[in-house]
């Protein structure tokens, strides 16, 4: 009975390290498998044959112990070597390693699977997938926002070469110098036609209402022909700070009054008097004895603009043109210049849809405080979609150093209308914060674009992952958007995940659900793009444990050759 349950036992022994030589076989054999984690076999021994469980010491005796002869050994587990391999660099973006715990989630024909093995590719749907055309999966991003909800997950998709992108301006950053001790504005320009007449050439003045009609309108009491006709379209090029600004139409009826060509004066040259819907300033109050804006007295037509040098106005004899009559002449004069330190910049930002909007921006020294000078800036733009060329005006100040510093009645925002189909109004923020008010008279004022967050149209056409896992993908415009999120996936027992090969794993019995979340949160590691985990195979302890495993298995076998050996000599005694 002895011999052959030695025998059985070493028989054990054998199947054990079979078992161990099977698993450092697939460690080695997976030695260059990214991603992979080698395992270990752990083995405890088995019920043990009791000949006797001892006795108890006595008056006499000092007691046994127990006897017992074990009856082998048995395998109680294959454990995963889950501990971190190796990183390397890649030359693929779309390539991954995690740093620490986690798992990517990959979705199967089958289902969902999990890996270490972040060598990714992008498919001809341009989805992020690994070797076995298995989806990465990722959490959704709001393109605009680039907000990611974490409650929608997705297969991670990067558009490449054909998603395409713009930034709304929302900040422009102005630089210069401005010139703190010019000349304090005053006043604004004058314009001032010829007296105009009501009905007939010998009729009454219009009125200062406005109301008269402008098919009813004559040029002097000599003229035998009304200045405008039904149908006709007036174009005007404004002349602003010694230059020509955009055109303007306006279209006359029956019904198109004096009021009407006011305001399409004042419009026109987008002459502000006052703040934009309570959004931009204070209401622009001027000085005591200056007021912006169109007006009709006496039968005059009068025009005053906005204060500072870079808001003057001229009116050249061809200003105004009719469709059907040319060169409309009202007997439009300069009677008064604007004057005011002045600095003009003209610039573009971009609309929603990546479009261009150009904008003028005056500056004008409006006076000075104790220890403080005031800058106000008025803005206009061609490209805002009603007639109103004016989008904004406010104040900013210098400190007694020439320094820009943020006051509490500073207003810097711009407001510009733009089509419906388009995100409208757009607002742009104005920092002031480079500028200086430190120049000198022979230098004067000057005033430029630094920068601003917009861009006009771009494609896709790179991307790069954080180490947070989102998928920053980036535009030839310059524009960077987050397209999704990387998931990662932890286990309360890894260990207890069921292999499925191609470097994945399943949900197992004792593994526990998984917690998917964003890399760098609720324990898991972070992610490095352009890399790769490598196998955590240790060689050289692995071929140690093959010798160790060879050993016993010799020694195993040795056990067997010499149970036979004496139950050959056993069977020799019966001749």
């Excluded at 046994?64 to 109680?76: D, F």
């Excluded at 001809?124 to 959704?140: A, E, P, W």
């Amino acid at each position: 009975m002895g011999l052959t349950s030695a025998m059985n036992t070493s028989l054990n022994g054998l199947q054990l390290n079979e078992i161990t030589i099977d698993v450092i076989g697939n460690n080695v054999a997976n030695a260059g498998t990214n991603g992979f984690k080698a395992s270990r076999t752990l083995f405890s021994t088995q019920l043990a044959r009791t000949y006797s469980v001892g006795s108890a010491p006595t008056s006499t005796n000092g007691g046994t112990n127990p006897r017992q002869i074990g009856l082998g050994a048995l395998n109680s587990a294959i454990q995963l070597d889950f501990t971190q391999g190796g990183i390397t660099n890649s030359t693929s973006p779309s390539d991954l390693a995690i740093q620490g715990d986690g798992f990517f989630k990959v979705e199967s024909p089958d289902g969902s699977v999990y890996t270490r093995n972040g060598n990714f590719t992008l498919n001809s749907d341009n989805k992020l997938v690994n070797s076995q055309g298995y989806f990465v999966q990722g959490f959704s991003a709001n393109f605009d926002t680039g907000v990611v909800d974490t409650r929608v997950k997705t297969d991670i998709e990067i558009p490449l070469g054909q998603l395409q992108s713009a930034a709304e301006t929302e900040n422009a950053v102005l630089k210069g110098a401005l010139f703190s001790g010019g000349e304090v504005a005053t006043q604004g320009a004058t314009v001032l036609s010829n007296v105009l007449f009501e009905g007939v050439s010998s009729g009454p003045r219009p009125n200062a209402a406005g109301t008269t009609k402008l098919v009813n309108l004559f040029a002097d009491a000599t003229t035998t022909s009304p200045l405008f006709q039904n149908g006709e379209v007036l174009t005007i090029t404004p002349r602003k700070g010694g230059s020509d600004i955009d055109q303007q139409t306006l279209t006359i009826d029956a019904n198109t009054d004096v009021d009407a060509l006011m305001l399409f004066f004042k419009e026109s040259f987008g002459i502000q008097t006052s703040g934009s819907s309570g959004d931009m300033t204070p209401d622009y109050t001027g000085t005591a004895s200056w007021t912006p804006g169109v007006t009709i007295s006496g039968g005059r037509i009068q025009i005053n603009g906005n204060m500072g040098t870079g808001n003057d106005l001229d009116w050249p004899t061809a200003s105004l043109q009719g469709s059907l009559g040319g060169t409309i002449n009202l007997g439009m004069t300069k009677t008064q210049a604007a004057d005011g330190e002045s600095a003009i910049s003209q610039f573009v930002v971009y609309d929603s849809l990546g479009q261009p909007v150009n904008v003028r921006l005056t500056t004008v020294l409006e006076s000075t405080e104790t220890n403080a000078t005031v800058f106000r800036f008025y803005a206009e733009s061609a490209d805002d979609e009603d007639r109103d060329i004016a989008i904004g005006n406010g104040i900013f100040k210098f400190d007694g150093s020439g320094k820009y510093f943020l006051s509490d009645d500073e207003r810097n925002t711009l407001s510009i209308d733009r089509p419906v189909n388009i995100d409208t109004p757009m607002t742009v923020t104005l920092d002031f914060s480079k500028l200086s008010g430190i120049s000198t008279a022979s230098a004067g004022s000057s005033i430029s674009l630094n920068s601003q967050d917009g861009s006009g149209p771009g494609t896709l056409t790179t991307f790069v992952i954080d180490e947070v896992g989102k998928v920053n993908g980036v535009f030839d415009n310059g524009v960077i958007k987050v397209l999704g999120q990387i998931i990662l996936a932890r286990f309360s027992n890894p260990q207890g995940l069921i292999q499925v090969g191609s470097d994945a794993y399943r949900v197992g019995i004792s593994s526990g659900l998984p917690s998917e979340n964003p890399p760098g949160q609720f324990g898991n590691g972070t992610i490095r793009s352009g890399a790769i985990e490598l196998s955590n195979t240790d060689i050289g302890r692995n071929l140690v444990d093959l010798i160790v495993a060879s050993t016993q298995y010799r020694g195993n076998a040795k056990v067997i050759s010499q149970v036979q050996q004496l139950t050959d000599e056993l069977l020799l005694l019966n001749r």
